[in-house]
Structures are given as structure tokens and as C-alpha cells.
């Protein structure tokens, strides 16, 4: 079956620190990968996907690019902010019903 | 675009009672469905998938006369939590995506604690 594997936290950093988040994943077939972020107290926001091999997928400074020889896909960014805190989570989805597969989540909490 | 609502986004009931929560798609026609619930600092687990119009599809382990889940209109879905207990309290997100495609939008989440 499907699954995705993220580094677990939290992860701490100071601001304007570099971010990697590793993720891997093992799925059949050609998956498509996406990073959501999850604000306290809210739901999960789509922050970037990619849908194929070498893809890069970015957003709001964040990137991640689709590794299939090593099935990873992981976050980075160059410079964290205090409002990047929150909770990343890596997930999979290869089916015709989109059903995705996520990750356990790693909580980023950037401080001043 | 793409916006899915829930309501309520927090409640709190009596053990024994029933709560209803709603999923509404705002800008788009969504034929598919999603529940997922979420324990502190846990990651989601799925509960069940609903297309319109037909009964759901639970996840193994989900009791599905616990959590009866509607899907009557293209635009709303609802989840029913029958004689809630304090086990039951947690973070219930929804998320939904349209004909074809392949990205799903969710919900802001409904807290829901039993006392």
C-alpha cells in the first residue's frame, strides 16, 4: 500500500534559518506529491505539489522537487519567518478517487 | 476559488447526544467528499470518502452508525456523530474536489468536545 514518511519534530530554527524537511514516500505506480501547512487551530492549506518526476513545485518561497529514484519530496526553504510556524504535512495521491496518503506531520516553530 | 466551509468550527456536547457537522463546497461542484479526523498533534486519519448521491465508504474501523455521513447536494455533505462520548472529542476536517480533478480543498475544521 501507499505510504508517506516525514521527519518527526519539532523542529526548531531561528528566523531566516535554512528549512529542509525531509519526506519519502512508497507508492505504486506514478504518484502525485503535495506539502500542506496547518496553522494552529485551523485546516490544511495546499502550499505545493507536483505531479511527475523532476517536477519542482513551489510557493511562498517554500520548494520541493519530485525525486522518483530516491521517492522523496523534500520541503525547503531558504529563510524561515516566525509565520512560517506551524504543522507540515507531506502527502500522496495516485488514484482516480484522489484519495490522499499523509504523513505524520512535522510541527516548524521559527523563533525570533 | 475552489472554498470549502464548515460549521460549526467548534462545539460542545453532552455525552449521549448527537452532533451534525457540515461541509460546503462555496465556489465549485463537488462530487467527492472527504472526513478526517485529527487527534493532537497527530496527522489525519481518513474516515470515510462520499460521493453525491450514494452511501459512503468508510475506513476500516470507522463505525459507520457512529458517524453517519450525508452527501445530498453537490455542495454539502454532512457528518452526524450519534451518542457522542468523550472519545469522540477531537478535530474533524472535510475536504472535497470537483469532477476530475485532482486536488482536494479543505475545510477549516470543527472542533467538537464531549463532556
Known amino acids: 500500500g501507499n505510504s508517506v514518511t516525514q521527519m518527526e519534530g519539532p523542529v526548531t530554527l531561528s528566523e531566516e534559518a535554512f528549512l529542509t524537511i525531509n519526506c519519502t514516500y512508497t507508492a505504486t505506480g506514478y504518484p502525485s506529491l503535495f506539502w500542506y501547512v496547518q496553522y494552529p487551530g485551523e485546516g490544511l492549506q495546499l502550499l505545493l505539489k507536483a505531479t511527475k518526476a523532476d517536477d519542482k513545485g513551489s510557493n511562498k518561497g517554500f520548494e520541493a522537487t519530485y525525486r522518483k529514484e530516491t521517492t522523496s519530496f523534500h520541503l525547503e526553504k531558504g529563510s524561515v519567518q516566525v509565520s512560517d510556524s506551524a504543522v507540515y504535512f507531506c502527502a500522496l495521491s495516485n488514484n482516480a478517487g484522489n484519495m490522499l496518503t499523509f504523513g505524520g506531520g512535522t510541527r516548524l516553530m521559527v523563533k525570533p | 476559488g475552489a472554498v470549502v466551509s464548515q460549521h460549526p468550527s467548534w462545539v460542545i456536547c453532552k455525552s449521549g447526544t448527537s452532533v451534525k457537522i457540515e461541509c460546503r463546497s462555496l465556489?465549485?461542484?463537488?462530487?467527492?467528499m472527504f472526513w478526517y479526523r485529527q487527534f493532537p498533534k497527530q496527522s489525519l486519519m481518513l474516515m470515510a470518502t462520499?460521493?453525491?448521491?450514494?452511501?459512503?465508504?468508510?475506513e476500516q474501523g470507522v463505525e459507520k452508525d457512529k458517524f453517519l455521513i450525508n452527501h445530498a447536494s453537490l455542495t454539502l455533505s454532512t457528518l452526524t456523530v450519534t451518542s457522542a462520548h468523550p472519545e469522540d472529542s477531537s478535530f474533524y476536517i472535510c475536504?472535497?474536489?470537483?469532477?476530475?480533478?485532482?486536488?482536494?480543498?479543505f475545510g477549516p475544521g470543527t472542533r467538537l468536545t464531549v463532556t
Open positions: 465556489d465549485f461542484q463537488a462530487t467527492t
Open positions: 462520499s460521493n453525491e448521491g450514494s452511501k459512503a465508504t468508510y
Open positions: 475536504s472535497a474536489n470537483s469532477a476530475g480533478g485532482r486536488e482536494q480543498y
